[in-house]
């Protein structure tokens, strides 16, 4: 998911791709996961829990494996949607052989064991695969995984059993296409939208139209059908709705600064990939070290974690809104680290305010909405979030040229107009880029605002959770005396 980041504007260049033409490496392959994850509760019940298991690693393997051979920009987005489609259930299916292991009171000790896990790969992604695009190519940022899928088949094969599964299980498929279509219709036009000129485009209005429609089957559907692809039961849960509503927050603030950092950092700094994989890894770092504090305070009232992880996400997105073009490695690795340590604060108490009062038969389905709306949350951002720096680009752009006239006052004074100056055409050529530069830099300042607003906005959620309580380990017996009997005559 975070390795393909760092080596974006390589792709750019090489597969000669627009900015928002290359967001679609990052946002298709989570989309593509967004809209396979639910089906792991149907692919375990009918085919088992070991044999998905195995199929889906191999597949995700051979799936990366193309990706580094992509000769075009949409072969590479096809490999991709096949990767995240073959690594759709891993999530869900291991987090819910997780939660069903274990009993509920020590649920947040498993959790964050299993969150370890889950942060490592941010934290050692970036790093090497920087590392290895700017010696070899971005192509080996997709090589690098092979031998680690090949690892975790062996695992899968050697360790996971195969659970019980239903006799007699049938696929809405009803309900999974209109989601599916959907989905994909959102976010092509979020996508495409901005390049499209949005509603001016045939284009676009056409993939609104279906959105809009499969949308209101899969909800007819899903509240008339006698078994529907998603069950409805989940969302009579008051705190599976709080839970979902907040995972839909964390997934839109999740890989947002991942996606636009790498951008920024190259083109408009001039960092080397190895760099910007180091600034990449702080995040890694700071989930890391969040995970290991939740990992002893779990014991604590997952809401406070809720409320600290929120606010360190809207405090780091302050802090990449206060950039400028000057900007140093300082500044993206402390944000990047505080952004990293909201998200390791979160993980775990959302899985246990999601899950805290839900059946525990409901668990599989439950786990896939969960991945389903966190990675939904996810592209969605990353969509808005590019659309809005290139629009923003172009507007300030617009406004900066108009000061940059030969009757300006600034031209007149030798320390302001420094070496720039309107001589001649190629004088003006450098005028002109960086004023597009600048441009460009208040785009994203505009996006880490956006980023910032989205994080607080999950504050007043929290206070509408109410947690269940756990039992006492030790209750207290009552010891019954015999009671006396008098025998009277």
Not at 43 to 50: C, D, I, K, P, S
Not at 256 to 266: R, S
Request: with cysteine; proline share 5%.
């Amino acid at each position: 998911m975070t390795i393909a980041n760092v080596s974006l504007p390589q792709m750019q260049g090489a597969l000669s791709a627009t900015q928002d033409q290359i967001a679609l490496v990052i946002t298709f392959n989570i989309v593509a996961t967004a809209v396979a994850t639910p089906m792991t509760g149907w692919l375990t019940a009918r085919f088992g829990q070991r044999r998905v298991l195995l199929t889906c690693v191999a597949a995700f393997t051979v799936a990366t494996l193309m990706c580094g051979f992509s000769g075009s920009l949409e072969m590479l987005v096809f490999f991709r949607v096949l990767q995240g489609l073959c690594g759709a259930p891993l999530a869900p299916l291991s987090q819910s052989i997780v939660l069903a292991s274990y009993p509920q009171h020590k649920h947040g000790t498993a959790t964050s064991i299993f969150g370890m896990g889950v942060v490592l790969g941010p934290l050692i992604a970036p790093t090497i695969g920087g590392y290895l695009s700017e010696e070899y190519s971005w192509r080996w940022v997709f090589f690098m995984i092979v031998p680690i899928g090949m690892m975790s088949l062996l695992g899968c094969w050697a360790f996971v059993a195969d659970g019980v599964r239903a006799a007699r299980i049938r696929l809405d498929w009803t309900g999974f296409i209109a989601l599916s279509v959907a989905v994909a219709s959102f976010q092509l036009l979020l996508d495409r939208g901005e390049r499209n000129s949005w509603l001016e485009s045939p284009e676009i209005v056409l993939e609104i139209c279906a959105a809009a429609l499969c949308f209101y089957i899969f909800l007819v559907h899903t509240f008339t059908a006698e078994k529907p692809f998603l069950n409805p039961r989940l969302f009579l849960d008051r705190n599976f709705v709080i839970g979902m509503s907040l995972t839909l927050v964390f997934g839109l603030l999740n890989f947002t600064p991942m996606t636009l950092l790498p951008g920024l950092l190259q083109n408009l700094r001039g960092y080397p990939d190895s760099i910007i994989g180091l600034l990449l890894g702080a995040r890694g770092a700071g989930t890391l070290l969040g995970f290991t504090i939740l990992f002893f305070g779990n014991k604590y009232d997952p809401r406070i974690w809720l409320v600290s992880g929120f606010a360190l996400q809207g405090l780091a997105g302050w802090m990449m809104a206060q950039f400028d073009i000057n900007l140093t490695t300082w500044d993206v690795a402390s944000a990047g680290f505080l952004q990293g340590l909201g998200t390791g604060f979160l993980w775990v108490p959302l899985t246990l305010v999601t899950f805290n009062t839900l059946s525990r038969e409901l668990f599989p389905e439950g786990s896939s909405i969960f991945h389903l709306t966190r990675n939904i949350g996810s592209s969605v951002h990353i969509s808005i979030s590019v659309a809005l720096v290139l629009h923003s680009a172009k507007i300030n752009y617009s406004h900066l040229s108009e000061a940059v006239t030969p009757y300006a006052k600034a031209w007149q004074i030798p320390s302001v107009a420094g070496g720039w100056s309107m001589g001649s055409i190629q004088s003006l050529a450098h005028v002109s880029s960086e004023v597009q530069r600048q441009g460009l830099m208040i785009g994203y300042i505009n996006a880490f605002y956006f980023y910032t607003l989205t994080a607080l906005a999950a504050l007043p959620l929290i206070m509408l959770v109410r947690m269940k309580k756990a039992p006492a380990k030790n209750p207290t017996k009552r010891v019954l005396r015999p009671v006396k009997t008098v025998q009277t005559r």
